[in-house]
């Protein structure tokens, strides 16, 4: 979002990005090389360098930065527990070739998680932070020196 609102095609450099929100450069470096290896931003190298946007912010959806940053595997793992112990011992013979229901369950709601994140755009992100606070795009420009 801050890139977008800083506009323009020329790159933020990371200092200038960790500065913003008082980040170590070294961690937020490495979470845009991800952004970067993902495609949804370009790095530009040398002392005039930095990052910018690799397309707009409407094609940009809170899914493509989470699986960015985080990976697409699933956040749930399951340790198959109800074959474990003394309630697996008790249960006798049970066919547990079926997915765990607890399983299941997750599944469904990361699913709905991930279309949530899906249907969200950064431009339509963009456009509720700025209703809800109509300074803050003049604010990352000062604050980025493109005033």
């Known amino acids: 979002l801050n890139l977008g609102w800083a506009g323009g095609d020329r790159p933020v450099s990371t200092a200038t990005l960790a500065s913003g ?5 070294a961690y937020l470096n490495k979470q845009l090389q991800r952004l970067v290896k993902a495609g949804l931003l370009i790095s530009e190298p040398g002392a005039q360098g930095g990052f910018r946007l690799a397309r707009g912010l409407q094609s940009i959806t809170l899914l493509d930065v989470v699986d960015a ?3 697409d595997d699933g956040l749930f793992r399951c ?3 109800r ?3 003394t309630i697996a011992a008790c249960n006798g ?4 070739s079926p997915p765990c229901a607890v399983k299941t369950a997750m599944g469904r709601a990361e699913n709905a998680w991930r279309a949530a994140l899906s249907a969200q755009t950064l431009a339509g992100i963009r ?3 700025d209703a809800h606070a109509p300074g803050l795009a003049d604010a990352v420009r000062r604050a ?3 005033t």
């Not at 013979?93 to 547990?96: F, L």
């Open 69 to 71: 940053i985080e990976g």
């Open 21 to 25: 929100h008082d980040h170590p450069p």
């Open 93 to 96: 013979d049970v066919d547990y």
């Open 79 to 81: 340790q198959e527990i």
């Open 83 to 85: 074959q474990c112990g």
């Open 144 to 146: 980025f020196g493109r």
């Open 127 to 129: 456009a509720e932070a």
